[in-house]
């Protein structure tokens, strides 16, 4: 499977390159202006306007996606916090979607040679970048695309357009520990000193970690999802991993794009269950050996396979830490009918 062979993603629109390079300068200054903290990242967090906070770069991309990108309602967008599953969930999505053109089970799968975030790019990570207005107009339908971003900030052509949206969250105690390994990663690969978990909790408790605080994007989704199902599918990690087979069924009707009576008895849905696994992922030669060029640098495919369970946070997190977390769960989500 060559890669060209797979959505591919225009580099730029290159008429507009002085328009788009004043266009970043703006947005840049803007979020220049704003508060500043330390924060679980290896990076200083601004916040934004609409209270959530990020690193400038992914705050501007975001920005830019807001004013130029063009939703169609055909599209499909991969919403999530960082460490929540995103990998997992691009996958499925990815391998679902395209399942006529990419057959999982013949061995030429492009995932053997792409990374999931080079199937489905994120908007504010990837192709919203570097001075970068990117012409998507061409891609064929339906197109995939990610973000990090909260609900509130979305591009606005997505709710005009009435798009799909997939969102997935996970317990916050199992996103931070994964989130305080990831920037440890990087921060350990720039020379700082890593990060104990109790303080990547105080920053994560305060809302100072990427596309924070948790409990205001996931509960920014929730009630898109209360108000729109047809719209809005809302998955959670722990349940995905209990019977990811549902799930798969679940978002291929979401999609619409349902398995058939054919194709269930082919096995189809079991396979791209065992393609997407993590056990899976973690040994092809893309994870292994590739890498995602994101803004905020270029990572190892590897990085985003840790361990993948559920409730890996008993193994970090101090007890008194948890139950800070989960006291703060209950408090914001009591009202909203949400269990994660
Ligand atoms: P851990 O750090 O707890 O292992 P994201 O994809 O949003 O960056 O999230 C990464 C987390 O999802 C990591 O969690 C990673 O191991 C886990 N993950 C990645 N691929 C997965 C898969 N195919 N199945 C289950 N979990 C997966």
């Known amino acids: 499977m060559s890669p ?3 959505q591919t993603y225009p580099q730029e629109q290159q008429e507009d390159a002085e328009t788009n390079e004043e266009l970043y300068q703006r947005l840049t200054d803007l979020v220049s202006s704003w508060p500043l903290s330390p924060a679980l990242s290896g990076f200083k967090l601004y916040r934004h306007d609409n209270g959530w906070h990020t690193n ?8 830019v996606a807001d004013a130029c990108f063009a939703a169609r309602p055909s599209d ?7 460490k929540s599953g995103t990998t997992w969930i691009k996958a499925l999505l990815y391998s679902t979607v395209r399942r006529r053109e990419h057959p999982v089970d013949d061995g030429h799968h ?3 040679s ?11 990570y990837q192709l919203y970048t570097r001075n970068r207005v990117p012409d998507l107009a061409r891609l064929p339908d339906p197109r995939l695309f990610a973000t990090h971003v909260p609900f509130v900030s979305l591009p606005r052509s997505v709710a005009a357009s009435g798009c799909k949206i997939v969102y997935v969250c996970r317990d916050p105690k199992d996103t931070l520990v994964s989130q305080w390994n990831f920037s440890n ?7 700082l000193e890593p990060l104990s978990v109790e303080a990547a909790a105080d ?12 409990w205001d994007h996931v509960l920014g989704y929730w009630h898109a999802h209360l108000a729109h199902p047809d719209r809005v599918l809302f998955f959670r990690y722990r349940e995905m991993s209990e019977d990811p087979a549902a799930h798969v069924r679940r978002l291929a009707e979401f999609v619409g794009r349902p398995f058939d009576a054919e194709e269930e008895e082919a096995g189809a849905v079991d396979a791209i269950v065992r393609l997407c696994s ?6 092809l030669g893309a994870t292994k050996n590739g890498k995602t060029e994101l803004v905020v640098g270029t990572i190892e495919n590897n990085w985003f396979f840790r361990r993948g369970l559920v409730g890996d946070w008993e193994n970090h997190l101090p007890p008194g830490t948890a139950r800070k977390i989960d006291a703060i769960t209950d408090a914001r989500f009591r009202d909203s009918g949400l269990r994660v």
């Open 76 to 82: 499909i967008i991969v919403a999530t916090l960082l």
């Open 185 to 191: 990663r990087f921060r350990m690969r720039d020379g």
């Open 110 to 112: 492009p995932f053997n």
């Open 278 to 283: 993590f056990e899976q992922m973690a040994g």
């Open 203 to 214: 920053f994560f408790c305060d809302g100072l970690s990427p596309s924070g605080p948790y």
């Open 114 to 124: 792409l990374g999931p975030h080079e199937c489905i790019k994120f908007l504010e």
């Open 4 to 6: 060209s062979s797979v």
């Open 56 to 63: 400038l770069a992914p705050m501007v991309g975001a920005m």
